[in-house]
């Protein structure tokens, strides 16, 4: 397996603008994770899937973030309208439970609001 | 309010000494532990992890010993390897919920 891909692994874009991020996790994991990390806060959590279906999604910061999964293979993360504080690492990550087994981490996406 | 937190944004040790670094938490309902480790560039990997029922795991040259009267957990790196430089993050769940991690620490291992 390849491994949780995202896309795209850089993404620079004005304030304003909409952005969104992509993520297909590892075949066969029912949980899929959403994480941000910056230099204030480190990693953060942002929300989680289970079976597709949104399971907590308070770490989601304003409603200018959504996310959805579609089906079992494929994420997206969405900011509209992005603002300079969001920029930031945000990751997806997989498991096949939601916290004893590890997540497996995609390399992430480093986003830069300007 | 963090619940998992890392007070050493940083950490430097020559190779072949030991590498500690610390975790708190506040939480003393969490139930499992986990160290990942961070590459630039890259996403976090997993390192190890243990149960709130023991007090020391060990795999191979990392070992991570946890002491639940002081919501404290440590992970020990010995001896120190230059590969070993990365961020670490130390990470918490609840009856297998979702983890919560900490700040991260940098270790950067001095040839």
């Known amino acids: 397996d390849a491994g949780v891909i995202q896309s795209p692994r850089h993404e620079v874009t004005e304030m304003g603008q909409e952005v969104t991020l992509r993520c297909k996790p590892i075949s066969g994991h029912d949980y899929l994770f959403w994480y941000r990390q910056t230099m204030m806060r480190g990693l953060e959590l942002l929300i989680y899937?289970?079976?597709?279906?949104?399971?907590?999604d308070s770490g989601m910061p304003e409603d200018r973030f959504s996310a959805k999964m579609p089906n079992a293979s494929f994420s997206t993360l969405k900011i509209q309208p992005s603002e300079p504080r969001d920029s930031a690492v945000y990751f997806c990550?997989?498991?096949?439970?939601?916290?004893?087994?590890?997540?497996?981490f995609g390399p992430g996406t480093r986003l830069t609001v300007l | 309010d963090q619940q998992v937190k890392q007070n050493s944004p940083s950490l430097s040790v020559q190779e072949g000494r030991i590498s500690i670094l610390n975790c708190d938490y506040t939480?003393?309902?969490?139930?499992?532990f986990l160290w990942y480790k961070k590459y630039p560039a890259e996403g976090p990997t997993f390192l190890i992890s243990?149960?709130?029922?023991?007090d020391k795991n060990e795999d191979g040259r990392f070992t991570v010993f946890l002491n639940k009267s002081a919501k404290h957990l440590s992970l020990h790196i010995v001896p120190s390897q230059p590969g070993d430089s990365a961020v670490y993050f130390c990470a918490a769940t609840l009856a297998g919920n979702m983890l919560t991690f900490g700040g991260g620490t940098r270790l950067m291992v001095k040839p």
């Open positions: 939480n003393s309902m969490f139930d499992y």
């Open positions: 899937f289970n079976n597709n279906v949104p399971i907590d």
């Open positions: 243990i149960s709130s029922i023991k």
């Open positions: 990550a997989s498991s096949e439970t939601s916290g004893l087994n590890e997540q497996f």
